[in-house]
């Protein structure tokens, strides 16, 4: 399922039968939505982020380009591996192979904690896509 925020996440387990498997929603270090995770995590869902890099739209934050240079990774490498350290999966888009690869590579390194709080830190709820929410 997908844009799942956390009053319709409330609903779904008042009538739901079978659990759902994934909730695919807007996630970023700049859209920390930490409660629909925690939430998700203690029912056992697995929460998958769209948009996770921002469509490259945040690269040049300069608190990322320092976490960057720290690590020697791209933007991309940086954002996506957050996204793991909190058990997330990411669904970057490419159409270009060599950022596919580049973006695989996420997966082999792993941060210092207090790097992922500082990440944390960079919320300011912004969003690529309409707020699902706004509907309700
Ligand atoms: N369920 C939903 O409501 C929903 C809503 C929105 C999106 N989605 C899905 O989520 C997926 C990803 O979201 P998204 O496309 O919105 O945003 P995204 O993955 O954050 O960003 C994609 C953009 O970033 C570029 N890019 C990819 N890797 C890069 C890299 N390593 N360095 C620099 N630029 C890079 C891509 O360009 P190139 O292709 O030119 O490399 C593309 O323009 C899509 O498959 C989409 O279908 C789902």
């Not at 008042?14 to 939430?39: C, D, G, H, R």
């Not at 029912?43 to 945040?58: F, N, V």
Request: with cysteine.
């Amino acid at each position: 399922m997908a844009n799942y925020n956390l009053a319709l996440l409330h609903e779904l387990k008042q009538y739901a039968t079978i659990k759902p498997a994934v909730n695919q929603i807007e996630f970023s270090p700049w859209l920390f939505q930490e409660k629909i995770l925690n939430y998700c995590k203690s029912e056992h869902i697995q929460l998958q982020a769209y948009s996770p890099i921002t469509r490259g739209l945040k690269f040049g934050d300069p608190r990322l380009v320092a976490l960057c240079e720290k690590y020697q990774k791209t933007p991309a490498q940086m954002v996506l591996r957050w996204h793991l350290e909190h058990g997330i999966s990411p669904i970057p888009k490419s159409v270009k192979r060599e950022r596919l690869v580049e973006n695989f590579e996420a997966g082999q390194f792993s941060m210092e904690a207090q790097d992922v709080l500082i990440m944390n830190g960079f919320h300011e709820n912004f969003r690529i896509c309409e707020d699902p929410g706004q509907y309700l």
